[in-house]
Nanobody
Framework: QVQLVESGGGLVQAEESLRLSCAGS??????????VGWFRQAPGKEREFVCA????????YYKDSVKGRFTISRDNAKNTVYLQMNGLKPEDTAVYYC????????????????WGQGTQVTVSS
């Protein structure tokens, strides 16, 4: 079993920064993790892909609206993925979830087998 725990959310003003962390644990975490992704869900909206990172190679992928502002990274030794969010905008307000998948499709929700509980990010204007 794989457990994911997010942290680092909070309330910030527009243009400020936050760094989210996603700590993975469990005996099978590294064996069954091909990608770790960040998703977000705003009130009344569907959960959407934000970015993902290849656990082994470190390749990164981003939603267009966060390119240049968000950076995903990983620390394999700590089984932790980070999401550095700069230049935050009110439209970034959402619950942010990290998730892990062994599938090659890293942009859709269904292939992700394991999810964290989510962390709230609120950006005021």
């Amino acid at each position: 079993q794989v457990q994911l725990v997010e942290s680092g959310g909070g309330l910030v003003q527009a243009e400020e920064s936050l760094r989210l962390s996603c700590a993975g644990s469990g005996r099978t975490f590294t064996r069954y993790t091909r990608y770790v992704g960040w998703f977000r869900q705003a009130p009344g909206k569907e959960r959407e892909f934000v970015c993902a990172i290849s656990w082994s190679g470190g390749s990164t992928y981003y939603k267009d609206s966060v390119k240049g502002r968000f950076t995903i990274s990983r620390d394999n030794a700590k089984n932790t993925v980070y999401l550095q969010m700069n230049g935050l905008k009110p439209e970034d307000t959402a619950v942010y979830y990290c998730a892990a998948t062994i599938d090659s499709d890293y942009t859709t929700i269904e292939p992700y087998n394991f999810w964290g509980q989510g962390t709230q990010v609120t950006v005021s204007s």
